[in-house]
């Protein structure tokens, strides 16, 4: 194999050189700074894997998925990853966007608050605090939860706090509960360990698709074949990461600063979690199951509201997903 170099291009992104003559760049953009989650495409730059299929793979650092959506929706970036429910609404705003595989497969919405509390569970939420930021999206959905979770609409008092502020607003007893993603679960964990109580959201059955990779549409009608070697590759390097971590969080901690190895590795698992559904064991990792599709768009146009409708099925594809490739199920 021809060997590699990794560069830097800004706080976290790569490129590859030298590449083969005929190898075609492609950027991607990240919904957020390098981590855990994103270790697996570092792990394939390592191995020289896109490059051998021809691509000469740019990774850019985002910052958010809503960035990431609206970039590669104007064609700024080939591909990106971003929460699926985000990219719906962008592409209702015009963005020229198709998810071509799922990452967190899995929602990774979760409540948490203190055993101490006398918290059981959402059955216990009326009268409570519950701290989050004006828009999160728990928050906006909150009805949807109550229904799932079946308590009442009007049970926690909601108190604004930013993102950084939630662990350690829980736990200096300002709010009861935080709503946060499952992904970072040993952050809260390592904070409040036997003490911590919390639910995931999809145990009560709300599961929409969170963090998926997406393609200009432009560019994915040009490059198919590109596409489809992106999308094997990509999924080829989450499943050895699943298998084995380790040298995924290597190529990640090379590239990258202001990582820890503990928290990466932490992270990790519950990205595992996350990617593991019937239909990644059984169809292929990253699949899209239709019905859960259906389901994700009826919560975004119910509780965020869609500025133009669309027909579902021009808004994901399984196409370039190699039913070779499958998650493993979870022990």
């Excluded at 569970?121 to 605090?129: C, H, K, L, V």
Aim: include cysteine; hydrophobic fraction near 45%.
């Amino acid at each position: 194999m021809k060997r590699m170099y990794l560069k830097l291009v800004g706080a976290c992104a790569f490129v590859l050189a030298p590449m083969t003559a005929e190898a075609k760049p492609v950027s991607l953009i990240l919904n957020w700074q390098a981590g855990a989650d994103h270790g697996p495409i570092y792990y394939a730059l390592a191995q020289g894997w896109y490059e051998e299929a021809g691509i000469e793979l740019e990774v850019e650092p985002g910052k958010g998925s809503g960035m990431s959506a609206q970039n590669v929706g104007v064609g700024a970036n080939d591909l990106g990853i971003a929460e699926l429910g985000t990219a719906f609404l962008a592409k209702s705003k015009g963005a020229e966007i198709t998810a071509i595989m799922a990452l967190y497969a899995n929602s990774p919405f979760a409540f948490y608050w203190k055993n101490s509390s006398g918290i059981a569970g959402p059955e216990d939420f009326a009268g409570r605090t519950l701290g989050n930021p004006s828009g999160d999206a728990a928050r906006v959905m909150w009805p949807a939860f109550a229904k799932a979770a079946g308590v009442p609409e009007d049970g926690p008092e909601f108190v604004n706090i930013a993102p950084a502020a939630k662990i350690p607003t829980l736990a200096a007893d300002r709010v009861d509960i935080i709503s946060d993603f499952y992904n970072a679960h040993d952050l809260k964990l390592k904070e409040f360990g036997d003490d911590l109580g919390f639910l995931r959201w999809s145990e009560i059955g709300l599961n929409p698709y969170g963090n998926s990779f997406i393609a200009n549409n432009e560019f994915l009608a040009e490059n198919e074949d590109l596409v489809r070697a992106f999308t094997e590759i990509t999924q080829k390097a989450y499943r050895a990461c699943v298998e084995d971590p380790s040298p995924c969080m290597d190529a990640l901690l090379e590239n990258a600063s202001g990582l820890q190895r503990i928290d990466l590795e932490n992270t990790w698992g519950r990205v595992t979690e996350l990617m593991t559904t019937e239909a990644t064991v059984n169809e292929a990792l990253g699949w899209f199951d239709p019905e859960r599709i259906s389901e994700t768009y009826e919560l975004v146009d119910t509780y965020f509201g869609v500025d133009t409708p669309f027909d579902i099925e021009t808004a994901y594809t399984n196409d370039f997903l190699s039913k070779e490739i499958k998650m493993t199920a979870a022990k």
